[in-house]
């Protein structure tokens, strides 16, 4: 019946890349790929099935739900047939043909990176889950058939994992989708076994035993016929069975106790598509006014979507008395608990609840309420039992926990008591320091570079009454950073706030244990530096005074006060901000977002111990002021540098640096650009 030209597509350029990798892929657990196809006919029997509880009419025929296997050993092929939604032309183009879903993106995206670094890719594979894609590891050519339920055009897709498919319309006597894999030849040793890992997949015992390993507990039939030898003597004739692989037994409704790991990791990887085992699992039964079941994992790696601004509701799935009902279902757990994935099954909700109903259902909020608690404990009792997986955990997820941190005041102090940063601990006394008598070693601190709050509070020299940190991109270039020599010089040990999010929480984390978070990039520094040194200093702040007020004119553009500074030891100079203030982080960071943000102008610090500020009050006394603006414009650029911001021209920096290692004439020599020759333009004339 239908126009049988084939329609030619090609392949996104992400796509192409991923079949190369699946075509090319030397993974040794090809057979995952039955997983993947079987997870996804079970997601369109659970489609169909919601669909048809309002319109009955969508499931044509007299036969069951069920997922089909049909190998066919002499042709090499593997058929995955179910009868459920089906998919209309559009949906197959943009579900199959196209990489739409932004974690596979990702995925290719992490690949290009590994493939330059000469990583093997198979361990990314294992990180991310392909899906469909993953039939290519097994198949030269596959074909896919598929009618949505309620329409009769059927249409069929082909690729050979090329770069291009084929769509084209198809008969298809009922709804649901079948799949034909053209398998490869298994690999084989010297002796004709098969390659671990590349069985025969025209093999019905093969697909026996894949089915039981990866798809049990799939809440549909998976089926296969199977040949028997039934009756003896003359009776004796060879039947076909149907026979049902899996045991469809819904793993959350088994006790607890008769659930094994391995279990729970498959049906982990089952219904995440991680290809890991969760880092933990979370397994509550409640009884009493409310009856419900839930089935929580924590991931060990960071999911691929995780940071996807359009995808941050939660990833738990709803059930209603062992029917599905709806994926993602954003009541169950707050956003900032995306990662975790699984299901709630309730006794009592009606069969039909929608978004809307859940959003006021109390029941709901009392599920959500638990599972939030059982989480924060269940990261408690990992952070005090195995320290390093905690921390790996921490590292790859606690940006996401940290958002609560911001976002949910209920949680706040749970989440403090979890969170890790990296701190100054291990990195060995400061330089010259004067190490307070009571200050701890630095050493012992820290295991895998991380710290808790009530670790810090615990290491607190007794002098200590305050909880310091600093901001900046990234830990090289707070570690360097002038703005924590003197609390290092004490034996106070700084806290490194250097993912982006740190800034969010800082605005909600003011003090921990009753101790105040204080900034050592901010403010005046509360860092007591002595009776008798501030004395001394504000002295000569007071004598140098013209000198302080002619390098602030020369920064007019960036620097709002030039001041001497308490919290130096190494240093010449620092840029510090108001109290309040956004730090250059934070400022960075809501540009890059698009939002106007006026310029903060800072205040320049100098170190009144360093020969640098005897060099500057010599040139200031000798009247070069274009020298003099030099030096205070390229005392600006290092002070920049050192705490790891740009300087506002780089190039301009860089000759003047030049300049000063072969000192010739600055402004013949091309050192100051046009109208920068003057004094007053010779720094920061150009914003
Ligand atoms: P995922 O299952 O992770 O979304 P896949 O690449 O495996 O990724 O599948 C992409 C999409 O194609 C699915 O989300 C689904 O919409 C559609 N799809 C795949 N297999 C089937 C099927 N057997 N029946 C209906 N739709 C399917």
Redesign the pocket.
């Known amino acids: 019946m239908p126009p049988t030209t084939p329609e030619t597509h090609a392949f996104q350029a992400e796509t192409r890349e991923l079949l190369d990798l699946m075509i090319h892929s030397l993974y040794s657990n090809r057979e995952i790929f039955l997983r993947?196809l079987v997870s996804?006919?079970s997601d369109?029997l659970d489609k169909l099935r919601f669909e048809a509880a309002r319109d009955p009419s969508l499931r044509d025929g007299a036969e069951e739900p069920r997922i089909r296997l049909e190998p066919d050993p002499a042709a090499r092929t593997l058929v995955v047939d179910?009868n459920?939604?089906?998919?209309t032309r559009e949906?197959v183009v943009s579900?199959?043909g196209t990489i739409a879903?932004s974690g596979t993106k990702a995925f290719v995206e992490e690949l290009r990176k590994q493939k330059d670094a000469g990583d093997a890719p198979p361990e990314l594979i294992g990180q991310f889950?392909v899906?469909?894609?993953s039939s290519f590891m097994v198949a030269d050519k596959v074909v896919v058939e598929?009618r949505k339920a309620g329409s009769d055009e059927a249409v069929r897709w082909t690729s050979e994992g090329d770069g291009r498919f084929a769509v084209e319309a198809c008969d298809k006597s009922s709804h649901g989708?079948r799949i034909t894999l053209h398998l490869r030849e298994p690999l084989r040793d010297d002796d004709g076994e098969t390659v671990d890992g590349t069985q025969d997949f025209s093999d019905p015992l093969v697909l026996r035993d894949v089915v039981k390993r990866h798809s049990d507990f799939v809440a549909w039939p998976v089926q296969m016929d199977v040949e028997r030898e039934e009756g003896e003597g003359e009776e004796k004739q060879t039947v076909v069975r149907t026979e049902t692989l899996n045991s469809m037994k819904p793993l959350w409704t088994r006790p607890k106790s008769e659930i094994t790991d391995e279990e729970y990791a498959e049906f982990y990887r089952h219904h995440s598509?991680d290809w890991h085992d969760p880092l933990s699992t979370i397994h509550v039964h409640a009884e009493g006014t409310h009856e419900y079941t839930a089935l929580v994992f924590l991931p060990q790696q960071r999911p691929h979507d995780v940071f996807d601004p359009t995808h941050h509701n939660s990833r738990l799935s709803l059930y209603v008395k062992r029917v599905f009902v709806m994926q993602e279902c954003e009541e169950l757990l707050p956003t900032w608990l995306r990662f975790a994935r699984g299901l709630v099954d309730s006794a009592d909700l009606p069969l039909n609840v929608s978004r809307e109903t859940l959003q006021h259902n109390r029941q709901i909020g009392q599920i959500r309420k638990r599972l939030v608690k059982k989480v924060l404990e269940t990261l408690g009792g990992l952070l005090a039992d195995d320290r390093e997986k905690y921390t790996r955990f921490w590292a790859s997820l606690g940006a996401v926990l940290k958002e609560g941190i911001y976002l949910d005041g209920t949680h706040r102090d749970d989440l403090a008591q979890v969170a890790l940063f990296q701190s100054s601990a291990g990195i060995g006394p400061a330089e010259d320091g004067e190490e307070a008598d009571d200050a701890p070693a630095e050493d012992a601190a820290c295991p895998h570079g991380f710290t808790t709050l009530s670790e810090y509070v615990a290491r607190m020299p007794l002098a200590q009454s305050s909880i310091y940190y600093v901001t900046g991109p990234d830990r090289a270039s707070v570690e360097g950073s002038p703005h924590i020599e003197a609390a290092r010089a004490k034996g106070y040990e700084v806290l490194f706030m250097i993912d982006p999010v740190d800034e969010w929480v800082l605005q909600r984390l003011q003090s921990f244990e009753d101790k105040p978070l204080v900034s050592l990039d901010r403010g005046a520094g509360d860092l007591d530096e002595g009776d008798e040194a501030e004395e001394q200093r504000k002295e000569k702040q007071t004598e140098l005074a013209p000198l302080l007020e002619a390098a602030r004119d020369s920064l007019d553009d960036y620097v709002k006060e030039v001041r001497l500074s308490g919290r130096l030891k190494q240093s010449p100079a620092v840029l510090v901000s108001d109290e309040g203030a956004l730090s250059p982080q934070l400022e960075q960071m809501l540009r890059a977002q698009g939002q106007s943000v006026p310029p903060q102008k800072r205040i320049l610090e100098l170190n009144p111990d360093h020969p640098v500020l005897a060099r500057l009050t010599e040139l200031h006394g000798s009247g070069d002021e274009q020298r003099f603006h030099l030096f205070v414009e390229l005392l600006h650029g290092q002070a920049l540098l050192a705490e790891g911001s740009p300087v506002p021209d780089p190039a301009r920096f860089a000759r003047l640096v030049t300049e000063l290692m072969a000192p010739g004439d600055l402004t013949a020599s091309g050192g100051a650009p046009d109208g920068a020759a003057g004094a007053e333009g010779a720094a920061g004339a150009e914003a």
Do not use: K, L, Q, V
């Not at 459920?84 to 998919?87: S, W």
């Open positions: 993947e996804n006919a369109a179910d459920g939604i089906g998919m949906e579900n199959i879903r889950g899906g469909f894609y598929t989708t598509h």
